[in-house]
């Protein structure tokens, strides 16, 4: 019963983890399906990579993909190795990659550069996503990545912390304690005004979206805005920041 109870209680602040998805169709240069085709993820900065089998439709989905840039590979046999890359992944983004695979040896290779941002297909969410050079970049007061939601489109009335944290802030026409925020996939809400509770400093954040419409079930817990943060996370590089 106790190991039900905690399941449970673990289960109600379960949120997906702030990634993003890949996912497309694989088919030949006559539009053909090609099903039971590998194709493999590769994240740039850690080597990391995943890798799935096309469906009988030629159809492929990779999800849970931590927010960074990637390259597309696809192989099969009979056809050229399919390349893409420099695909820059955001926070809680349904990136289609459509694969068209070449007749030819499997020792030679097609590499495509990424193309442009995509309007999303997969997903009726409306969003606003602040990357990490507005965050570092932009002018902030105390150094609240916070006051970058006011930036976003329906950005409204703001009420002072007073006794809380953070400033709480209106999105078309929501109550300013209105709003659910996630940070790393983590409930991150000050639990007594309903606001947002200790946020990162700029330095330590990659990324967050602000989702005002038509967000999933899974964010359920406020009827107002979304804001789903990122920290930054390590690399197969050393680095870091100093500061006087």
Request: charged fraction near 15%; charge should be negative; proline fraction near 4%.
């Amino acid at each position: 019963m106790k190991l039900l109870v905690l399941t449970l209680i673990c289960a109600s602040f379960a949120y997906a983890q702030g990634t993003a998805t890949i996912y497309g169709t694989i088919t030949d240069s006559s539009g053909s399906a090609v099903p039971a085709t590998s194709v493999s993820i590769t994240q740039v900065s850690t080597r990391q990579s995943r890798t799935t089998l096309a469906n009988e439709r030629g159809d492929y989905i990779v999800t849970q993909l931590p927010i960074g840039t990637y390259t597309v590979t696809a192989e099969r046999q009979g056809f050229k190795k399919f390349l893409q890359q420099g695909i820059r992944l955001q926070v809680d983004e349904n990136r289609q990659v459509a694969i068209t695979l070449q007749l030819g040896d499997v020792a030679e290779s097609v590499t495509i550069e990424a193309n442009a941002a995509q309007v999303e297909t997969r997903s009726g969410t409306l969003k606003e996503v602040i990357d990490s050079k507005r965050i570092v970049e932009l002018p902030l007061n105390g150094r609240n990545a916070l006051d970058l939601q006011r930036l976003v489109p329906g950005a409204g009335a703001v009420a002072g912390r007073g006794q809380g944290q953070n400033d709480t802030i209106s999105i078309n026409g929501s109550r300013q304690n209105g709003n659910n925020y996630v940070l790393d996939g983590g409930d991150n809400h000050d639990p007594y005004f309903n606001s947002p509770s200790v946020f990162p400093p700029p330095d330590a954040l990659e990324e967050f979206s602000i989702n005002t419409n038509a967000y999933s079930a899974e964010y359920g817990r406020n009827a107002g805005a979304l804001m789903n943060a990122v920290t930054r996370s390590g690399t197969n590089q050393w680095h870091g920041d100093l500061t006087p």
